[in-house]
């Protein structure tokens, strides 16, 4: 079969070998797929990625084959797949923080994901996505997911002063779930001009520049970039008493300088985000009501990938989705 293989920062269509399904196992054509940072670090080299993966974990996709009659999918159903293989056995595992797995392997990331031909995951992975048929749509499930695992690990006081450092996709995602909290305040900040324009369309307030955001003004502030100097001025900004959500992906030699001082006068309490589990399930219940438009969604033909990923890198994009219709099986 067809896929759209990454070897040594280069994307191509080739053959790889045709899957084979196993019991409780689907196979599926995947119709449409989110790019994010992530797929910019496996193409840049900052994760390390083998050689002839196939990138892609934010799939939407149509069920085409199933080896279990008692399945509760159906021949032709659109699913949203939910990227992560856990092992379910170790400690984190056990302890329902399946998201912390030792042994965990991610379609797109460690495994070939969805930007292929034919793609098979396990029916347990398969969500169903109820009367969406839009397979763009379909595909800012995980992200979305993401999104709503922040506030479960960072959650909102009533009347909170919220800050969201990083408007691009996940920022905005969480500035749209913050909306619908009865927030005092939500700004957004970003440095890049177009993305602090997407943040205005979101009716947050946008600083025009660090500076001008005030010191230990905010109760929660999300760092949706993760670099030091982002961490840095999530840690000047927030309020005594107040909550730091830290999901940007950084890389593994990058760290940020924290005032001791501060921490211990303040009880700051600094949180890590990883990904989106058990919420990609409710991400699906509220993708009817998301505001694509406020999201910068751009979708791309499969042959634009390299495109598509130069402008998440560059920030010319909000939210990039790559259409996979009749790519492959024209
Ligand atoms: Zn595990």
Redo the contacts with the bound molecule.
Sequence with gaps: MKAITLTSGKFDVSDIPDLQVAPNEVLLEPLAVGLDGTDVALLTGKWAAADGLVIGHEIAARVVKLDNENADLEIGELVSVEPHL?????????AGR?Q?????RTFGIHLNGGLCQRLVVPEKNCLSVGQLDDPIRIAMAEPLAVAIHALDVVPIPCAARVLIIGAGPIGLLIGSLVKSFPVTSLAIFDTNLSRRAGAGRLGAIVPDTSESIQSGAFDVVFDAVGRSETLELALGCIAPGGAIGALGVGGKQDFGRINLWELFAKEIKISGVRSGVHSQARALKMLPGLQLDLLGVTVYEASNVSQALADIAQCRVGKAIVALDQFFDP
Excluded: E, F, I, M
């Excluded at 912390?100 to 965990?104: D, G, I, P, R, V």
């Design positions: 856990y092992c379910g056995r170790c400690r984190n595992c056990c399946p912390l797995c030792s042994n965990k």
